[in-house]
């Protein structure tokens, strides 16, 4: 079966780097995407990695490694406003989007 | 610039009533997608669209149907509500198909009791 792994809930103090990790199983890939949900909205699309490597964009960055079946969100310099879901999705081989559960990311003074 | 427009945004319905989401779009998107989220469990594809005219069905697609008669419509029915429907619906949209970012709407809550 198919399977997106996340950490399920993770705290961090504002104004620090926290790593959210994702890993997974798919059968086949064709892209990851990583979306932001806060409590009651839509999720927002943060960004999308086909290539190993690392892409940066502002405070947030996303690193893939196919090989290892792994990504990761990378958000510095932690805000209040980024308490928020982080949802991981894959594009498997038949260009359909398997979702990971999530990871609630609390943001403390 | 509305984007994606759900409706509606919340109900509370009896078991066995017929319901319909309502989705419109205005970016002419040609492919369109509806899922279900709830708690503890990542979003899961009810229905989709490709393109206005053809629909396919998602992970769970038993207890919902779907229509395309445009682009920009993508209304979501059951046939006959149960508690396990109860749910957040969201309909979203993409420009380019399977690759493309999805643009959401702002989900809608259904209860059924």
């Known amino acids: 079966g198919q399977n997106i792994d996340q950490p399920t809930e993770m705290t961090a103090t504002e104004g620090a780097i926290v790593q959210i990790n994702c890993t997974y199983q798919?059968?086949?890939?064709?892209?990851l995407f990583w979306y932001q949900q806060h409590a009651g909205e839509a999720p927002t699309f943060l960004s999308y990695n086909v290539l190993d490597g690392l892409e940066e964009k502002g405070r947030f960055s996303s690193f893939l490694s196919r090989s290892k079946g792994y990504s990761y969100l990378l958000l510095k310099e932690l805000q209040m406003k980024d308490s928020a879901s982080y949802l991981c999705a894959v594009i498997d081989s038949n260009y359909q989007l398997i979702w990971g559960a999530g990871t609630k990311l609390i943001i403390k003074p | 610039i509305a984007g994606i427009t759900q409706a509606p945004t919340s109900q509370i319905l009896a078991a066995g009533r017929r319901m319909t989401l309502r989705c419109t779009q205005d970016m002419r998107h040609n492919a369109m997608y509806w899922y279900r989220q709830d708690l503890g469990l990542g979003l899961r594809l009810i229905h989709y669209?490709?393109?206005?005219?053809?629909?396919g069905k998602g992970e769970v697609p038993d207890g919902y149907s779907v229509s395309r008669a445009n682009t920009d419509d993508f209304p979501l029915t059951l046939a006959s509500a149960v508690p396990s429907q109860t749910s957040v619906y969201f309909c979203?949209?993409?420009?380019?198909?399977?690759?493309?970012?999805?643009?959401f709407g702002e989900g809608s809550r259904l209860t059924v009791l």
């Open positions: 669209s490709n393109t206005a005219g053809t629909t």
């Open positions: 979203a949209s993409s420009g380019t198909g399977g690759t493309g970012e999805l643009f």
């Open positions: 798919t059968s086949g890939f064709n892209g």
